[in-house]
């Protein structure tokens, strides 16, 4: 094996690094058809990160637009019966998109659309811990409490690995430790900070930059999304050194994004390839 290929914490250090500083110079363009709670802060990631944000969700445009985009990213939060036929053509426009399954186990009509849009084969797929069990199989379970985790990340491990196999998507479960697999190896993030958790779309945004992380490289989604993940964690870490609240934090995460550079990347990325 190449020296190169030995996945050690400092090997992640230096591709997360390299793939913000691709983000930077290539700013891809991120079509993003998401929950109406969650665009400004999707948008302003994006944009901290380096990427080019475009929140187009109308139908009459998807022919035209989603096929210039480097990555396309669908997010079911706030879903509505009006915005499938966009999902579905988005999704369907040729472009890797990246697919974050809100609420699933909400109802059952949820279920159905985020199982028929499974079948349209997202690159990657990221949920909490509650959304990937749920997903992994099909079933509204009862413990369902709403768009928050009632499960650890690590409760989902297994349901990620049989999601990731039986879809073909890389499956990230988000957490105090992220967990990122294509079915076969696992690899775990975890930079971050609980109060993240108190942000609303805190989720949904770093599944965005987990598209731009895509659009930007498409030839390694498993690297893509554990990077996008360590990143969002480490500019959650910085930017909990000045935070006051939740409130303060949603500014200064996106600040610590917009300011990241060679050193804190490679030094704070914690990323492992688990064995
Ligand atoms: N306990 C924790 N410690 C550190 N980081 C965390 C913790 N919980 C979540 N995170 C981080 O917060 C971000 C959002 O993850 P979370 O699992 O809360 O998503 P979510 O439930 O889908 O959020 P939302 O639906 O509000 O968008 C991720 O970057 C994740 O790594
Ligand atoms: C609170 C909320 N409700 C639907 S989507 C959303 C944003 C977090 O996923
Ligand atoms: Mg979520």
Redesign the pocket.
């Known amino acids: 094996m190449d020296e190169d290929e030995v996945r050690t914490e400092a090997w992640w250090g230096r591709r997360a690094w390299v793939l913000l500083s691709a983000v930077r110079a290539r700013a891809p363009l991120v079509q993003c058809i998401t ?1 109406l ?2 665009m400004d802060i999707v948008a302003n990631a994006l944009l901290a990160a380096g990427a080019s944000p475009a929140m187009l969700h109308c139908l009459r445009e998807v022919p035209d637009f989603s096929p210039r985009c480097d990555a396309v990213y669908i997010n079911v ?2 879903l509505s019966e009006d915005w499938l036929p966009s999902m579905r053509a988005a999704a369907s426009a040729g472009r890797p998109w990246v697919f974050d399954p ?2 699933v186990a909400a109802s059952g009509f949820r279920m159905e659309t985020c199982l028929s849009l499974l079948a349209l084969r997202p690159a990657v797929v990221r949920g909490n811990a509650s959304e990937i069990l749920a997903l992994a199989s099909s079933s509204d379970n009862s413990s369902f409490k709403g ?1 928050d985790s009632s499960h650890d990340s690590s409760d989902a491990l297994q349901a990620a690995k049989a999601l990731a196999r039986s879809s073909g998507a890389v499956v990230a479960v988000s957490g105090a430790v992220d967990f990122i697999t294509d079915g076969v190896q696992v690899v775990s993030a975890s930079n971050g900070v609980p109060m993240m958790q108190k942000i ?2 805190t ?2 945004a770093v599944t965005a930059l987990i598209a731009a992380f895509v659009g930007a490289d498409p030839s390694d989604a498993l690297v893509a999304a554990a990077c996008a993940l360590a990143i969002f964690g480490l500019a959650g870490e910085i930017g909990m050194e000045s935070a006051r609240g939740p409130a303060s934090l949603r500014m200064h995460l996106i600040d610590a994004l917009y300011s990241l550079d060679e050193q804190t990347v490679t030094s704070r990325v914690k990323i492992s390839l688990l064995p």
Do not use: F, I, R
Request: charged residues 0%.
């Open positions: 929950n709670v969650s939060g706030t809100v609420a768009v609303t779309a989720g949904c």
